[in-house]
């Protein structure tokens, strides 16, 4: 016998190749579901199916008031589709016999001439639609009648009058639910008169089924309860119960001998939706038990068996509609769990974006208020002896020339001073006149007595006043500190209570679902911040993936082909288990991107320096660069510095822009002190999507940017900031370009090289002379060529910021998803 071999197989490779089953199972399903949905609605066949049924249905015997409403509304509302739906209308006419396709035909050849004539005087057609259809119908009738009968009588006036009046109706009605046969997927929730119109249209289309049957099994009473159980299973009892009126009348008014279906369908959608906690088996049950209940009524044992066949099979037909449907449905009816939980995440998304930016712009304040605050505390108070200020004030104006100087304060300070301070009281008491034994003595000791006199009862008012400004905006400057710390914390409070907002993209959302569902990534949902082209955010809920990179390796560059533009993981939640699910948020890869490089030195080699910098990136997309000198060197010019970036890059982050930024900041800086001390500002904001600089120089040195063998000067002539307190900002506009080399520094860079004269072409043979691009090479390089030619001697603060500026790469390739441009 021939030895059999025999493979023996894990119980964990069974596994995963039923997990692959099943996921090329779901992905089938999946895209057997968009190739049905592109079919029935991009190619517009459901226009064509639903047209064909409206071109049957009847009611009354001889009305039929269906066709041209729907034609109408496709007309108006989908254009491209009218084709179609004409095709449809005469089709379904023309299968019940000639005269009712000859009574369409005609009816739609009416109307479309009435339109072209209405076109041609009125602007807005589309509010005097119901109006052509009425006047189309009723000239139909009567046309067709006359043809026929050769007469015309009051009946037939009366039933063309009714006839138009029902189309009328239907337009509007038609108008309002055409749309749900147009869209793939709608998440906005219906208004009952939404739910009462698209009911209607079907209930019509089920109409045009009034003559079909299957073994005396009536297609029309299979479909009125399958609709009837979808929506008491999607809705609960109380739209189930409307359903089923809405559904019953429509079809009574078809066949006069089907009137106690509307009580069947009532009845049963009422229980099915009360029974819908049973799922769908409860649901069902709901329908049979109304069925039988209902059909006891009955004279004839055989329709009490056949409503029972048409009630199983109706009901069989609901146990295998897939569950997405039912949800879908469920979605857009107001007062389900499912809406309810749809529009809950919704306001929680809005939330979150509100609370966000209102962080920001607390931040703001709290910064505010803690500058204002701190500098109120460095600023010096009012002096211990103010009359040591005031007599140094005097002294210099009238002693500094005197001859007797040396004399008087030298050689008799105590007495002088003794004398001066006696002075200064009479004067403020106003007794000075009084007092003539001190203004005899005075006279006799001081050569410029009368200058010294009159010069203390000139600015000792004007001193006195001085003092209580700075008292006073000194408290103001509290005042303002305390109210700024309120506000930001009122927002910060209120930001807790909320949590974040996003706009209204949910048919992005959705196709984005479907899209990467088609392709057989599982995805719990989409959610889109923003659709803003160069600054997508989505944020989407992935299963577990073991570290395999999926979002980065497979979904974003599926992203990247959906959206037409690069797209990347900017933040990644991992979930903590193989159950859970990865929260990731994607967004656009920007074009450039900028690799800085920085040096800074103290003057002496010391450890504080009086120039600042920040290299940070504000917003969508935008990076900026910005380096701050303080007047002098030390710990007060570092603070006065350190404190103007903070304050800029607060402002820039909440999303002011950059000119109101720095006129914001140059007034905070102008108004907490009152000392002479001010600080100057190069700032560089590059767009990293158009590649566009924008350069604000206030009181700055000139920036360069090399581009191959050329180098470019870049410069203002804005004040510093802190010296005037209106000041119009000068906004400088370059276009930059991938490889160009952004070269930002300091006063004490650009003005250090000793033994030059010309500081501006010194500095363009440097960095024209650079045998390397590397940003931080360079901005050594350019430090060490100025310490140099001073002996290695640091003799003023120093700072370089370079950027380089490349193109912006994708680390994965764009995945095609092929489904999405079928």
């Not at 799922?279 to 006891?296: D, P, R």
């Not at 040096?599 to 080699?605: I, L, N, R």
């Not at 140059?666 to 600080?679: C, G, P, Q, V």
Request: net charge negative; with cysteine; hydrophobic share 45%.
């Amino acid at each position: 016998m021939p030895k059999t071999e025999r493979t023996m197989v894990s119980p964990t490779a069974d596994l995963k190749m039923l997990n692959v089953s099943g996921a090329n199972v779901l992905q089938g399903s999946t895209r057997m579901r968009l190739r049905m949905e592109h079919m029935m609605v991009h190619l517009g066949v459901i226009i064509l199916v639903v047209g064909f049924l409206l071109g049957r249905a009847y009611i009354l015997g001889n009305i039929l008031p269906f066709a041209l409403p729907f034609f109408a509304a496709v007309f108006i509302m989908k254009k491209e589709r009218t084709a179609l739906a004409f095709i449809g209308l005469v089709a379904g006419s023309l299968s019940v016999s000639l005269q009712h396709a000859s009574y369409t035909f005609v009816a739609i050849i009416l109307f479309l001439v009435g339109h072209m004539i209405l076109k041609k005087s009125v602007k807005r057609v589309q509010g005097l639609l119901p109006i052509q259809v009425f006047f189309s119908i009723f000239l139909t009738h009567l046309v067709l009648v006359y043809a026929y009968h050769s007469e015309l009588t009051t009946y037939d006036f009366l039933m063309s009058s009714i006839e138009a009046g029902l189309s009328y109706i239907l337009t509007i009605i038609f108008l309002q639910s055409v749309p749900f046969l147009t869209q793939v997927n709608r998440r906005q929730g219906l208004v009952t008169e939404e739910i009462v119109c698209l009911i209607i249209l079907i209930a019509s289309v089920i109409t045009g089924t009034t003559d079909w049957y299957i073994y005396d099994v009536s297609v029309q009473h299979i479909l009125s309860r399958y609709l009837v159980l979808i929506f008491a299973f999607a809705a609960g009892a109380t739209v189930g119960c409307t359903v089923g009126v809405v559904t019953g009348l429509i079809m009574s008014l078809s066949n006069v001998a089907s009137l106690y279906q509307m009580s069947l369908l009532a009845f049963s959608g009422l229980l099915g939706g009360l029974l819908k906690e049973g799922k769908k088996v409860g649901t069902g049950l709901g329908l049979l038990i109304g069925t039988s209940l209902i059909s006891l009524y009955g004279d004839k044992q055989g329709e009490i068996v056949s409503s029972i066949i048409e009630s199983c099979i109706a009901v069989a037909l609901f146990l295998l509609t897939p569950k997405y449907l039912l949800e879908k449905i469920a979605k857009i009816i107001p007062g389900t769990a499912e809406n309810v939980t749809d529009q809950q995440q919704y306001l929680r998304k809005i939330r979150d974006l509100t609370s966000e930016r209102i962080i920001r712009f607390s931040n703001v304040f709290q910064a505010l208020s803690t500058s204002f605050t701190h500098f109120g505390a460095v600023d010096t108070d009012e002096p211990e002896d103010k009359v040591d200020l005031f007599l140094s004030d005097i002294t210099a104006k009238s002693c500094q020339t005197c001859f007797k100087k040396e004399q008087c304060w030298s050689m008799n300070f105590d007495r002088t001073y003794s004398y001066m301070e006696d002075l200064m009281d009479g004067v403020e008491k106003g007794t000075l006149e009084k007092n003539h034994k001190l203004q005899r003595e005075w006279e006799k000791y001081c050569v410029r007595s009368s200058k010294v006199k009159e010069l203390m009862e000139k600015e000792l008012f004007p001193f006195n006043a001085q003092l209580q400004l700075k008292r006073q905006v000194r408290e103001s400057r509290r005042l303002v500190a305390e109210q700024l710390a309120g506000v930001a914390k009122v927002m910060d409070d209120f930001a807790r209570e909320i949590t974040r907002e996003k706009e209204n993209h949910q048919l992005q959302e959705e196709q984005i679902l479907d899209c990467l569902k088609g392709f057989g990534v599982d995805i719990r949902d989409v959610e889109i911040y923003s659709m803003e082209q160069g600054n997508i955010d989505i944020e989407m809920n992935i299963p577990y993936c073991n570290g395999r990179g999926e979002c980065e390796k497979l979904i974003a560059p599926m992203l990247s082909d959906i959206l037409r533009e690069n797209i990347v993981v900017k933040k990644e939640k991992c979930a903590t288990s193989p159950a859970g699910f990865c929260n990731v948020s994607f967004g656009s890869l920007k074009k450039y991107m900028v690799d800085a490089g920085l040096t800074t030195v103290a003057k002496g080699g010391g450890f504080v320096s009086g120039d600042s910098h920040k290299l940070m990136e504000i917003g969508a997309g935008t990076y900026a660069i910005a380096i701050s000198d303080g007047m002098g060197n030390g710990e007060r010019a570092h603070m006065e510095s350190t404190e103007t970036l903070k304050l800029l890059q607060k402002i820039l982050q909440s999303g002011i822009e950059e000119t109101v930024a720095i006129k914001a900041i140059n007034s905070i800086l102008s108004l907490r002190t009152t000392d002479e001390i001010f600080a100057t500002l190069d700032l560089a904001m590059i767009d990293l999507q158009t590649a566009t600089a924008r350069f604000l120089k206030i009181g700055a040195t000139p920036s360069f940017i090399k581009r191959g063998d050329q180098v470019i000067k870049i410069e203002g002539s804005n004040l510093p900031i802190g010296i005037v307190q209106e000041f119009d900002v000068d906004v400088i506009h370059v276009e930059l370009k991938p490889g160009d080399l952004l070269i930002m520094m300091s006063d004490g860079v650009y003005e250090g090289a000793k033994y030059v004269e010309n500081h501006e072409m010194w500095m363009k043979r440097k960095i024209r002379e650079l045998q390397t691009n590397n940003p931080q090479d360079v901005s050594d390089l350019l430090i060490e060529e100025v310490i140099r030619t001073k002996d290695k001697h640091i003799e003023d603060d120093m700072t370089v910021v370079v950027a380089q500026f490349e193109h912006n790469n994708p680390k994965w390739a764009t995945i095609p998803v092929y489904s999405l441009h079928a």
